[in-house]
């Protein structure tokens, strides 16, 4: 089997005041929404802006060939077929995964979507020296996707996947590789920046019809979508970057937007009784501090990473939040039944971290003090300047920790993760505020295990542990539902007694929306599903 290898301000206002235009003269049904993000994410099918950018320019546009089911808000979201109908590991060789992709499916520009189209879009992520090489779609895909070593064509509708270690979760990292019509590339002057002002194609329920830099990005509904029973119920949805939590919140009360991400927690009551809906539900999402724990770095002692644990008031955070999060004390939640047994239950006690921290050699004549990178907005990041100036407050007067901040944009904080430990863009960092989805083991993989520190995945924290390692290898090979789940209980235990993080909160997914926006169901993913909104 011979597989291809891989080489290695002003414009908000200006849309705002459009928008009532826009709408006298487009169908009556436009769902307009505020974004966290500070710009509108990338458009030529591998959006950035994390996975805000997926969710509203992402998969709504450019499917997958597994996509998330987003039916149900009473369960976290699990995987279906998107287009691809099956998948399976070949049983002569774990490491190679095959598809069997769906017929009938066309891009929004009429042309196949088939066999030579996975190829080539595998080629733009995959293949530096291709034509159609795509510098920042790229990125984005290889760090979620670090283990792909090849790919090739079986036949017009199979493709075979081969990872650079078994890996029984591949499916869940295939659901972050998406399609765009190599004819819009072509279209666009073989230029991924012309490309991406077209729009370009998809095979989604919604065309992206219009983009206008720094300032608004518009979908339309699919009328020709694959599956005939999932054509959307509004005609237009109108994405605006808000990253002001102040000003999401006035366009949604002054009716310039129908929905807004992460709504001030203060403002959540006022708006429930002026008659908006607030939607919140439990989903998989931590948000933490990454600690650095290779070089000199003070937060090496695993002594000191439990004591910050300790440290933490999460209850008093989550009331700030006015309830919209729940405390964390590890990767998973408690209840989680892969959650394992640790020793460490962490909970608020300021006591034991000092003791913690004195073992470590710090006290108040040789206080903790360290740098955490932080930003201002972003996705995921719920409301992280009042979050971390609480923290600092916190963690002064709890354990006399000292922490500064280095405060930057969403986008440059990403680029951090993926740095090594003393790069320039840290300013000096040992600890940077990043969310992350907690959703399955193919997350873990890439921010937990040492194969994947930077520039390889996301152990930013160059954490390497000898029994996490063991207990993955485990899960990875598995080959039952009882074996995963128990090699993946060690493997959580781990994170826990011996954290490459502090762990602060899981967020609600708080959402407001007027009360026009019917028939939403919020799905416990970062992903929510458009096709069933309506506006009345």
């Given at each position: 089997m011979r597989?291809?290898?891989?080489?290695?301000?002003?414009?908000?206002?200006?849309?705002?005041?459009?928008?009532?235009?826009?709408?006298?003269?487009?169908?009556?049904?436009?769902?307009?929404?505020a974004?966290?993000?500070?710009?509108?994410?990338?458009?030529?099918?591998?959006?950035n802006?994390?996975?805000?950018?997926m969710?509203?320019?992402?998969?709504?546009?450019?499917?997958?060939?597994?996509?998330?089911?987003?039916?149900?808000?009473?369960?976290?979201?699990?995987?279906?077929?998107?287009?691809?109908?099956s998948w399976?590991?070949?049983?002569?060789?774990?490491?190679?995964?095959?598809?069997?992709l769906?017929?009938?499916?066309?891009?929004?520009?009429?042309?196949?979507?088939?066999?030579d189209?996975?190829?080539?879009?595998?080629?733009?992520?995959?293949?530096?020296?291709?034509?159609?090489?795509?510098?920042a779609?790229?990125?984005?895909?290889r760090?979620?996707?670090?283990?792909?070593?090849g790919?090739?064509?079986v036949?017009?509708?199979?493709?075979?996947?081969?990872?650079?270690?078994?890996?029984?979760?591949?499916?869940?990292?295939?659901?972050?590789?998406?399609?765009?019509?190599?004819?819009?590339?072509?279209?666009?002057g073989?230029?991924?920046?012309?490309?991406?002002a077209?729009p370009?194609?998809?095979?989604?329920?919604?065309?992206?019809?219009?983009?206008v830099?720094?300032?608004?990005?518009?979908?339309?509904?699919?009328?020709?979508?694959w599956?005939?029973?999932?054509i959307?119920?509004?005609?237009?949805?109108?994405?605006?970057?808000m990253?002001?939590?102040?000003t999401?919140?006035?366009?949604?009360?002054s009716?310039?937007?129908?929905?807004?991400?992460?709504?001030?927690?203060?403002?959540?009551?006022?708006?429930r009784?002026?008659?908006f809906?607030?939607?919140?539900?439990?989903?998989p999402?931590?948000?933490?501090?990454?600690?650095?724990?290779?070089?000199?770095?003070?937060?090496?002692?695993?002594?000191?990473?439990?004591?910050?644990?300790?440290?933490?008031?999460?209850?008093?955070?989550?009331?700030l939040?006015?309830?919209?999060?729940?405390?964390?004390v590890?990767?998973?939640?408690?209840?989680?039944?892969?959650?394992?047994?640790?020793?460490?239950r962490?909970?608020?006690?300021?006591?034991?971290?000092?003791?913690?921290?004195?073992?470590?050699?710090?006290?108040?004549?040789?206080?903790l003090?360290?740098?955490?990178?932080?930003?201002?907005?972003?996705?995921?990041?719920?409301?992280p300047?009042p979050?971390?100036?609480?923290?600092?407050?916190?963690?002064?007067?709890?354990?006399?920790?000292?922490?500064?901040?280095?405060?930057?944009?969403?986008?440059?904080?990403?680029?951090?993760?993926?740095?090594?430990?003393?790069?320039?863009?840290?300013?000096?960092?040992?600890g940077?505020?990043?969310?992350?989805?907690?959703?399955?083991?193919?997350?873990?993989?890439?921010y937990?295990?040492?194969?994947?520190v930077?520039?390889n995945?996301?152990?930013?924290?160059?954490w390497?542990?000898?029994?996490?390692?063991?207990a993955?290898?485990q899960?990875?090979?598995?080959?039952?539902?009882?074996?995963?789940?128990a090699?993946?209980?060690?493997?959580?235990?781990?994170?826990?007694?011996?954290?490459?993080?502090?762990?602060i909160?899981?967020?609600?997914n708080p959402?407001?929306?007027?009360?026009?926006?019917?028939?939403?169901?919020?799905?416990?993913?970062?992903?929510?599903?458009?096709?069933?909104?309506e506006i009345q």
């Open positions: 597989f291809m290898l891989k080489a290695t301000g002003l414009g908000l206002a200006a849309a705002l005041l459009a928008l009532p235009a826009i709408a006298q003269q487009a169908p009556q049904r436009v769902l307009r929404i974004m966290t993000a500070a710009d509108v994410p990338t458009t030529t099918g591998m959006p802006n994390g996975f805000e950018g969710r509203f320019l992402g998969y709504p546009v450019f499917e997958s060939l597994v996509l998330w089911d987003l039916s149900r808000a009473d369960q976290p979201a699990p995987l279906r077929p998107g287009l691809a109908t399976r590991q070949d049983p002569a060789d774990p490491q190679t995964w095959l598809f069997t769906r017929e009938g499916v066309r891009f929004h520009d009429g042309t196949p979507f088939n066999a189209a996975v190829i080539w879009n595998l080629e733009r992520y995959f293949n530096n020296q291709s034509p159609q090489f795509e510098a779609g790229s990125a984005i895909t760090a979620r996707i670090p283990i792909m070593e790919y090739r064509k036949d017009e509708r199979t493709i075979a996947f081969r990872t650079n270690r078994v890996a029984s979760y591949f499916p869940y990292m295939a659901v972050y590789i998406l399609f765009t019509s190599p004819q819009s590339f072509e279209q666009g073989r230029d991924w920046a012309r490309v991406a077209l370009p194609a998809g095979t989604g329920p919604f065309r992206l019809s219009r983009f830099p720094r300032t608004s990005a518009e979908l339309s509904k699919n009328e020709q979508y599956d005939t029973t999932r959307p119920r509004v005609d237009r949805v109108v994405l605006l970057p990253p002001e939590p102040t999401r919140l006035a366009a949604l009360r009716g310039q937007v129908d929905w807004i991400e992460v709504p001030p927690p203060d403002a959540i009551p006022s708006l009784q002026a008659g809906n607030i939607t919140t539900g439990s989903y999402h931590v948000w933490p501090y990454l600690l650095q724990t290779g070089g000199n770095s003070p937060l090496a002692d695993v002594r000191v990473r439990q004591a910050l644990n300790y440290c933490v008031d999460r209850a008093g955070l989550v009331q939040l006015n309830g919209t999060a729940e405390p964390s590890g990767w998973l939640k408690p209840n989680d039944p892969n959650f394992g047994t640790p020793e460490n962490y909970s608020f006690d300021a006591a034991r971290g000092r003791r913690l921290l004195s073992e470590a050699g710090f006290n108040a004549q040789r206080p003090a360290f740098k955490v990178m932080i930003s201002t907005s972003g996705s995921g990041q719920m409301l300047l979050m971390n100036e609480f923290l600092q407050q916190n963690l002064r007067d709890a354990c006399g920790v000292n922490l500064s901040f280095e405060v930057t944009e969403w986008n440059t904080l990403l680029g951090a993760v993926r740095s090594t430990p003393g790069a320039p863009i840290l300013a000096g960092s040992l940077i505020n990043v969310s992350s989805p907690s959703s399955d083991p193919s997350v873990a993989a890439r937990f295990l040492q194969a994947f930077p520039p995945g996301f152990n930013w924290p160059q390497n542990d000898p029994a996490f390692e063991a993955f290898a899960l990875e090979r598995a080959t039952n539902e009882g074996e995963f789940n090699a993946y209980a060690r493997a959580h235990a781990r994170l826990v007694d011996n954290p490459p993080w502090l762990y909160v899981h967020d609600l959402r407001a929306m007027h009360r026009r926006v019917r028939n939403f169901t919020s799905a416990q993913s970062w992903f929510q599903d458009l096709v069933p909104v």
